[in-house]
């Protein structure tokens, strides 16, 4: 029956062209699956009766997109859809003058893998056609970032790695969850430089709540870490703390006010070095011209798969 719709597209196209923008009555085509007859339109154009024979067939061929068929893929999906796509790369490993994590702070960086998160759920429909989609699991890697350089960085740094986990047939643009334009390198580690930007209540958080409803995760293997999220709180020189935030993984969603991790610390007039350690959630903005290959997007098992 596919087979014979398309051939059936075919014919008529080629039909459809030939004939003058004046038309009779005389049946264009007719089968003991479809019967179009020009008497039944008043569309003299390709495009225009070629919507109407899909109205008649009830259905577009699968795998192909017909005239009225959503032309994006934001018209397709809902929020909370899940959608696979493998980013290219299969290793990368943060480096120390991004993170700050080198051997005199005692933190060594791990080798990530972004093509193990090739499982997505959609947080937002934007309104160029484009959709964001934020992984449903978190990396199997930590991620350290710790001493001055780090905390100056550390927007930067997690934007950076989330970039990793990119594939530029389907991604448009990538951020780590959380940001939305902070600084991302700051000149010092002091508050004037690095102001505090903290934004855990709302943005890609609410997002990711309202699409479905719990921004808690593990890795896909069940490990429970926590995941590096782009928000500073501020730095004082007066005994004072510079933290960064990370989403915590477990317990009462009312509690997900996420635990911070220091790596600064003031002790008297001595800046001490510290870190923290947490796994990438990245979000990806898909091209709105991406195609859907099959799937309805509904379950892990039955997710949207890309053409």
Request: proline share 4%.
């Amino acid at each position: 029956m596919k087979k014979r719709i398309k051939q059936i597209i075919g014919v008529i196209i080629g039909i459809i062209i030939g004939i003058s923008t004046t038309v009779g009555a005389t049946t264009i085509f007719n089968s003991k699956d479809i019967t179009y007859s020009s008497d039944k339109t008043s569309k003299t154009n390709v495009k225009d009766s070629l919507d109407e024979l899909y109205n008649k067939t009830g259905k577009c061929p699968e795998g192909k997109w017909c005239y009225n068929e959503p032309k994006t893929i934001a018209d397709k999906v809902e929020l909370g859809d899940y959608i696979r796509m493998t980013p290219t790369s299969t290793s990368y490993t943060p480096p120390s003058e991004l993170t700050g994590c080198s051997s005199d702070i005692n933190c060594t960086q791990n080798t990530l893998n972004p093509s193990e998160l090739n499982l997505w759920r959609v947080i937002k429909k934007n309104d160029d056609g484009t959709i964001d989609m934020i992984s449903v699991y978190m990396s199997s890697k930590a991620v350290y970032i710790g001493g001055t350089e780090g905390y100056k960085n550390y927007i930067g740094a997690l934007n950076t790695i989330a970039a990793q986990y990119t594939n530029e047939k389907y991604v448009k643009k990538t951020r780590n969850i959380g940001y939305s334009n902070q600084i991302e390198y700051c000149e010092s580690y002091e508050e004037s430089s690095c102001p505090r930007n903290s934004n855990m209540s709302q943005g890609d958080f609410t997002l990711v709540k309202d699409a479905f409803s719990t921004p808690f995760t593990t890795s896909e293997s069940g490990e429970v870490l926590r995941y590096w999220f782009s928000s500073r709180t501020g730095f004082t020189n007066v005994g004072g703390t510079g933290n960064a935030w990370a989403c915590p993984t477990i317990g009462p969603e009312e509690s997900c006010t996420f635990c911070n991790y220091a790596m600064l610390v003031l002790e008297g007039e001595n800046l001490r070095k510290t870190y923290g350690r947490g796994g990438v959630r990245p979000i990806l903005t898909l091209k709105s011209d991406v195609k859907i290959k099959k799937g309805d997007g509904k379950s892990e098992s039955t997710a949207y798969l890309l053409d």
